[in-house]
T-cell receptor, first 112, second 112 residues
Framework: QKEVEQNSGPLSVPEGAIASLNCTYS??????FFWYRQYSGKSPELIMS????GDKEDGRFTAQLNKASQYVSLLIRDSQPSDSATYLC????????????FGGGTRVLVKP | DAGVIQSPRHEVTEMGQEVTLRCKPI?????LFWYRQTMMRGLELLIY????????DSGMPEDRFSAKMPNASFSTLKIQPSEPRDSAVYFC??????????FGPGTRLLVL
């Protein structure tokens, strides 16, 4: 089992709808969680971080964490064509020396 | 700030040749990371430095790969000899105190 798993997609979403991305991870004790966005041919950029159970909202993005289920998700509300990108889930395990481990990414396509 | 700077942006070489990738981190950052991204394996951490000292090189695929950080503003990743399976995008990232990673634009390496 991979340490951080994501559905590779593509996830096709109509403009204005909600895109829901999921990520599961292996439990290794204390950890923190991040969502990166990567446009084609570009480098990853951080869009959200979450450290405790529950929801965290930032503009049109909401990150949700459920440590008991080893599950972190990202919701993109009012999806825009400019949201079309690959979204990478990343987990930082303190016990593993704070090495950030990335999932394979979910490709999102927002159709006008 | 100019962000993380990487050179070259593209490199095409023949199998067996030496390849050197370069990185200039963001001024003031004390951590530097080298990642490799491929379709098959996603984004993998190769090695990271703290205050110019290599901390964890467990992700370096084999002895053909080596990395140095002679000072706080410069790092190199060298592949000697290069092989076609080394073809990938290599990202350098930096951070302050293991915080948010800022990625450079990447070097696209093609080994023929």
């Amino acid at each position: 089992q991979k340490e951080v798993e994501q559905n590779s997609g593509p996830l096709s979403v109509p403009e204005g709808a909600i895109a829901s991305l999921n990520c599961t991870y292996s439990d290794r004790g204390s950890q923190s969680f991040f969502w990166y966005r990567q446009y084609s041919g570009k480098s990853p950029e951080l869009i959200m971080s979450i450290y405790s159970n529950g929801d965290k909202e930032d503009g049109r993005f909401t990150a949700q964490l459920n440590k008991a289920s080893q599950y972190v998700s990202l919701l993109i509300r009012d999806s825009q064509p400019s949201d079309s990108a690959t979204y990478l889930c990343a987990v930082n395990w303190e016990a593993a020396g704070n090495k950030l481990t990335f999932g394979g990414g979910t490709r999102v396509l927002v159709k006008p | 700030d100019a962000g993380v700077i990487q050179s070259p942006r593209h490199e095409v070489t023949e199998m067996g040749q030496e390849v050197t990738l370069r990185c200039k981190p963001i001024s003031g950052h004390d951590y530097l990371f080298w990642y490799r991204q491929t379709m098959m394996r996603g984004l993998e951490l190769l090695i990271y430095f703290n205050n110019n000292v290599p901390i964890d090189d467990s992700g370096m695929p084999e002895d053909r790969f080596s990395a140095k950080m002679p000072n706080a503003s410069f790092s190199t990743l060298k592949i000697q000899p290069s092989e076609p399976r080394d073809s990938a995008v290599y990202f350098c990232a930096s951070s302050f105190r293991q915080g948010r990673r800022y990625f450079g634009p990447g070097t696209r390496l093609l080994v023929l």
